[in-house]
């Protein structure tokens, strides 16, 4: 399941997962979400938690977060993703390079630190 993060600035959308994530999730959630604020603004700060309680991704959202990232690769302008979950963070590390945003990768424990550096303003 996926969620959206409430309280977040006008051009930052945040997500929260839990449990496995499906094709369905992105497809109810993740994707209108991204489409609705690009389509008012030219660049997305995207905050992405995947806490404890995150089993992982079926094969339908892996594929749909492929797409969607590759859709709008300069669309971004910073993802913070927070994960404790290791297959991630070096996926992540190595995979940033494709996205044309800043991204960075945070520990569940520093969740407060990547809101506050998805947050601020661009230097």
Known sequence: MIELIAGMPVDTLGFSAHGTVTGEDY?????????AM??????VRLLYHLGADFEGFDAAALWDDTRLGFRHAFGW???????DV??????????????????????????????????????
């Open 38 to 43: 690009l389509a008012t603004t030219p660049k």
């Open 27 to 35: 497809e109810r959630v993740v994707v209108p979400a991204v489409e």
């Open 86 to 123: 290791e297959w991630l963070r070096a996926a992540i590390h190595l995979l940033h390079f494709s996205i044309a945003g800043e991204v960075r990768v945070f520990a569940n424990a520093e969740f407060e630190a990547a809101r506050r550096w998805i947050c601020e303003p661009a230097a």
């Open 77 to 83: 302008e910073r993802i913070a993703v927070v994960t």
